[in-house]
C-alpha cells in the first residue's frame, strides 16, 4: 500500500497537502523568493486546490521565517480558525458536503473532529465577509443564518452530553445547507469582485493580502474584466490564487497572467488513505464520491430525474413534428429511447408532456435542490444525456440541437445560481420553451 508520507514534500511546509507535485514546487518557489503575485492551482475537484492555497496564505503570513506547519504564532493560529483579517475568500463550492463529513467525524472523535469540523464551517461562513458584502440587500435575509451559525459553533464546547452535541451539530448542519443554498451564487459576481479589490489596495494589518477564487471560472461576464484590472495592477502587498478544475474555460488575458500550478487526481490508494487520516472513517470510494455521499438527495439519483425530463421534452417535440408533418430527426428519436427507459426503471413512469406535472415531479424526487450545486448537477447530466444521443448518429443535420439544449440550460443555471430563482420555476420555463424551439430547429 502507499504511504502518505511517501508523496509528502520533504521540507515543513505544505505537509497536509499529500500526493500533489505541485505544492512541492510552491514550497520551492516560496523558499527561493520566486513565488509570483498571482497563481492559478489547476487540477480535478478533490485534489487538494483549496487546502493548499489556505496553506499558502498561513505560509505567507507566518511569523518565522521557515512557516512549519505546527507554528503557533498569533498570524498562524488565525489561520487555522480562518479568521485572518488578511485573507478574504470568494467562489462557490459544495460546502455543504464538506461540512456534514467533518460532522460525522467529529462525532465519532470529538478530540481530534473538532477542527476539522469548524474549520469546514468557517470556509462557508468567510464567503459572507462584510468586506464582500456591504450594501446588499441580500445580506439582511441570510443575516439570521449567520447569527445562528456562530451561536452554534461557540455552543459546541459548552455542550455535557451526547444528546446535547448532537443537537447543535444538526442545527448547524440546518443552517448551513440553508445559508448554501440562499446565499450563495454559482457564479462570482461583479460587485464581489469590485468590492475584493478595493479591499486588496488596503494596507494589510500583518505580512502581506491574500485572495483566494475558488472554481474561479465561474464569473459573470463582468467580473472578469474587473478581475482582469485587478491582475494587471496588483498592489505589492497582495497574493492572488485562483482556483479551478475548467481552466480552458478562464479568459486568455487572465491565464497569461496567472503562474500555473498543476494538481492531478491521487491513486485510490492514496485517495483512501486521505479520507482515514481527515474523517476518521474507511471508504474505497474517491474523495469526491465520498463526499457526495453526505449530499442531502444521492447525486445517483439525478441522473433518472434527468433523464425523465429530457425524455418528456422529446415526446412534446415529436408531437410538435408530428403535427407539422416533418420527419423525426434521428437524435430526438434516440434521446427518447436512452432516456425513458432510464426514468422508468427507476419507477419515474412514462414521460409527459404537461410542464407542471413532470417537473413537480423531477423538483421533488430532488428534494427541491435545496443546494444549489445539485441544481446544476442536474442539469449536467441532462446535457450528457442530449450528447450520448447524438453521439455516433449518422446524420446530415448539424448539432443545433445540442446548441438548443446548452443555450436553455445555461439560461436556467443562471436563473437559479445567480439570480436565485426557484429551480422549479427555471425548468418549467425550459420545458415549455425548449420544444418548440426545438421543433424551428427541424424545419416546423
Given amino acids: 500500500m502507499l504511504s502518505i508520507a511517501a508523496y509528502q514534500y520533504s521540507g515543513i511546509m505544505f505537509e497536509t497537502i499529500v500526493g500533489q507535485g505541485a505544492v512541492n514546487q510552491l514550497a520551492r518557489d516560496k523558499v527561493a523568493g520566486k513565488l509570483a503575485p498571482s497563481l492559478l492551482f489547476a487540477g480535478p475537484p478533490a485534489s487538494g486546490k483549496g487546502s493548499a492555497a489556505l496553506e499558502l496564505a498561513r505560509v505567507l503570513s507566518c511569523e518565522q521565517a521557515n512557516a512549519p506547519e505546527d507554528c503557533v504564532c498569533t498570524s498562524c493560529a488565525r489561520h487555522r480558525a480562518l479568521a485572518d483579517p488578511d485573507t478574504l475568500l470568494l467562489g462557490s463550492r459544495p460546502f455543504y458536503a464538506e461540512i456534514a463529513a467533518s460532522a460525522a467525524a467529529f462525532q465519532r472523535d470529538t478530540a481530534a473532529g473538532r477542527t476539522l469540523f469548524i474549520r469546514a464551517i468557517r470556509k462557508l461562513l468567510a464567503r459572507f465577509s462584510p468586506d464582500l458584502w456591504e450594501e446588499d440587500a441580500k445580506f439582511n435575509k441570510i443575516s439570521a443564518y449567520l447569527v445562528a451559525l456562530e451561536e452554534d459553533i461557540d455552543a459546541l464546547n459548552l455542550a455535557k452530553t451526547e444528546a446535547a452535541l448532537k443537537k447543535r451539530v444538526d442545527s448547524i448542519l440546518k443552517n448551513a445547507l440553508k445559508l448554501e443554498s440562499e446565499g450563495m451564487s454559482d457564479l462570482i459576481p461583479i ?213 438548443i439544449w446548452r443555450k436553455y440550460t445555461g439560461e436556467a443555471a443562471n436563473a437559479v445560481g445567480t439570480y436565485n430563482q426557484s429551480p422549479a420555476l427555471a425548468l418549467e420555463r425550459l420545458m415549455s420553451a425548449l420544444p418548440s424551439e426545438l421543433a424551428r430547429s427541424f424545419g416546423v
Avoid: C
Fill in 191 to 403: 460587485a464581489q469582485i469590485r468590492r475584493a479589490a478595493y479591499w486588496s489596495h488596503l494596507a494589510p494589518s500583518g505580512r502581506r493580502k491574500f485572495l483566494l477564487l475558488e472554481n474561479a471560472d465561474r464569473m459573470q461576464e463582468g467580473a472578469r474584466n474587473s478581475l482582469l484590472k485587478l491582475l494587471e495592477e496588483p498592489p505589492a502587498s497582495l497574493t492572488v490564487v485562483l482556483t479551478s478544475a475548467r481552466e480552458g474555460t478562464l479568459l486568455p488575458t487572465i491565464l497569461s497572467r496567472l503562474r500555473p500550478y498543476r494538481f492531478v487526481q491521487r491513486p485510490p490508494e492514496l485517495e483512501a488513505q486521505v479520507i482515514q487520516s481527515l474523517f476518521r472513517e474507511e471508504s474505497a470510494k474517491g474523495i469526491g464520491a465520498y463526499l457526495d455521499s453526505f449530499l442531502p438527495v444521492s447525486a445517483e439519483s439525478l441522473q433518472p430525474l434527468a433523464a425523465f425530463l429530457a425524455a418528456s421534452i422529446a415526446l412534446k417535440t415529436v408531437r410538435l413534428l408530428r403535427r407539422a408533418g416533418r420527419p423525426l430527426p434521428e437524435e430526438l428519436v434516440a434521446l427518447g429511447k436512452i432516456s425513458a427507459p432510464i426514468a422508468e426503471n427507476a419507477g419515474l413512469g412514462r414521460p409527459g408532456t404537461d410542464a407542471k406535472t413532470v417537473i413537480a415531479k423531477v423538483v421533488d424526487g430532488a428534494g427541491g435542490f435545496e443546494l444549489r450545486s445539485l441544481f446544476l448537477r442536474f442539469l449536467s447530466s441532462l446535457l450528457a444525456l442530449v450528447s450520448e444521443s447524438a453521439a455516433g448518429e449518422l446524420t446530415h443535420t448539424p448539432n443545433i440541437g445540442r446548441d
